[in-house]
C-alpha cells in the first residue's frame, strides 16, 4: 500500500465517451433455408413465439439471436372471439404496445403508429433480438429486413424470387424520441428482387427517396425491436404500402394464401413459422458505448523518487546509493487510484518499470472503461 499520495487536481481528469460498432448479417440459410431444419428454430410449450439460434439450440456452442411473434389490437379486424388463441395475440400485442409505444393521458395503451402519417397499425408481428446481437443500441441508418414477396410458398426457394427489402433509410437523422423505451426510426419498403417483369412491389416507391418509400414498420434502436405491419405480406388495394393485385401470399405449407390473414386461424407457434420462412437475410450494426476517465498521473521532480518497498532498504540504508550525497533513485511499476479515504479503487501496470530520480518528471496517462 502507498505510504505518499498525491491528489488529482480538475485539469489531470478527462472524459470520453466512444461508439464501437460491430456488423450483424443474420443469413436466411440459418432462418428459412438449409440450416433451418437442423434445430436451429426452438418452440416452446406455451406455442407463443419461437427463438432462432445460430446453430442447434441444443448445441453447448449456440447463440440466441433473436424471437419472433404476431398479435393484433382488440380494435382489429382480424379480432374475434372465435379465434385460434385470441385472448394471447391480442395480450401480446398490447403487451409490446404497453413498452414501446407507452400511454395514453386516460390510461389506456397506446397502439402502434406511423410518425410520418398517423397511420395505425393493428396488426403487426415482432421481431425482438437478442441483447447479445444488439448490444448498447442497434445503430441508426444500418438496418435491413429482406423478405420473399412471391405470390406462393415453397420449399425450394421460390419463395424468394420476389422480394422486399425493408430498411431504416433516414434513421440516421430522421429518428424519433417519443417511445418510453428509447429512440425509434421509420422501416421503409423498397423492391429488392423483382422477378416477373414486375415494376415494384411498392406504389411509387423510389429507393433514396423517404417521401415515396412506403412506411412498412418500426424500428425500436435501444430496445433492439422491430414492428413490422401486416400490410407487408397482404394486398392492400385500399391504399396501403403493396400494389394492388399482387394478392394474399401463402407463408408456407399448410396455411393457403392468406397471408397475414392467416393468423385468426393459426396457432402464434405455426404462424412465427410461417414468417420465418418469408426471411431472406436480416443485417445490422450494433452500438456499444464505451465510456472512459482518463487520469494524468503527475510526478513532478521531487515527487516519488523513494520506494515504500521494504527491499528499498537494507539494514536502514538505500540499496540505490552508495554515499549519502547520491540523488535517490526510484522505479515506477505501478499506479494505483485511491478514494478520499485513501481506499485503493483501482491498479494500473506498467509495461516496464520507469526510472525515476529529482533530475526528471513523468506524466503516466491512465484510463479507466467503464
Not at 115 to 122: A, F, I, K, Y
Not at 227 to 253: Q, R, W
Not at 284 to 289: A, D, G, S, V
Not at 303 to 332: H, M, Q
Request: glycine fraction near 10%.
Amino acid at each position: 500500500m502507498a505510504t505518499t499520495f498525491k491528489n488529482f487536481l480538475s485539469n489531470d481528469l478527462a472524459n470520453t465517451r466512444t461508439l464501437l460498432h460491430e456488423a450483424i448479417p443474420i443469413t436466411g440459410s440459418i432462418v428459412s433455408g438449409t440450416y433451418a431444419s437442423d434445430g436451429n428454430i426452438k418452440t416452446y410449450g406455451h406455442g407463443m413465439f419461437k427463438s432462432v439460434y445460430d446453430y442447434p439450440y441444443l448445441s453447448s456452442s449456440a447463440n440466441h439471436i433473436f424471437d419472433i411473434t404476431a398479435g393484433y389490437a382488440n380494435a382489429s379486424a382480424l379480432s374475434g372471439a372465435s379465434n385460434t388463441q385470441n385472448a394471447k395475440k391480442i395480450n401480446l400485442y398490447n403487451q409490446m404496445a404497453q413498452y414501446l409505444v407507452g400511454y395514453d393521458d386516460t390510461g389506456s395503451i397506446k397502439q402502434f403508429t406511423m410518425p410520418t402519417d398517423g397511420t395505425v397499425m393493428n396488426d403487426c408481428f415482432f421481431v425482438p433480438f437478442a441483447r447479445l446481437l444488439s448490444k448498447d443500441e442497434i445503430k441508426k441508418g444500418s438496418v435491413t429486413l429482406e423478405f420473399g414477396l412471391s405470390a406462393s410458398y415453397s420449399q425450394d426457394g421460390t419463395a424468394f424470387d420476389k422480394r422486399a427489402k425493408l430498411i431504416d433509410y433516414s434513421g440516421s437523422d430522421g429518428y424519433y424520441v417519443d417511445s418510453p423505451a428509447g429512440e425509434y426510426g421509420v422501416l421503409y419498403g423498397t423492391s429488392s428482387a423483382l422477378g416477373g417483369g414486375a415494376a415494384s412491389f411498392f406504389d411509387g416507391e423510389t429507393l433514396g427517396n423517404a417521401a415515396t418509400m412506403p412506411a412498412i414498420g418500426l424500428i425500436y434502436y435501444q430496445a433492439g425491436i422491430a414492428v413490422i405491419s401486416s400490410s407487408l405480406f397482404n394486398d392492400t388495394a385500399d391504399g396501403g404500402a403493396l400494389k394492388a393485385g399482387l394478392g394474399t401470399l401463402e407463408l408456407g405449407s399448410g396455411f393457403g394464401p392468406s397471408g397475414f390473414n392467416a393468423i385468426t386461424g393459426s396457432t402464434l407457434d405455426n404462424f412465427s413459422a410461417g414468417i420465418l420462412n418469408r426471411v431472406y437475410n436480416v443485417s445490422f450494426n450494433n452500438t456499444t458505448e464505451l465510456n472512459s476517465t482518463i487520469y494524468f498521473c503527475r510526478a513532478s521532480h521531487s515527487d516519488f523518487n523513494y520506494s515504500s518497498n521494504p527491499t528499498y532498504l537494507s539494514g536502514s540504508k538505500i540499496r540505490v546509493k552508495t554515499r549519502s550525497e547520491d540523488a535517490p533513485v526510484s522505479y515506477i511499476t505501478t499506479v494505483g487510484l485511491y478514494s478520499a479515504d485513501n481506499e485503493l479503487l483501482a491498479v494500473a501496470k506498467l509495461s516496464e518499470p520507469l526510472r525515476k530520480d529529482p533530475t526528471n518528471e513523468i506524466t503516466l496517462r491512465v484510463r479507466l472503461d467503464y
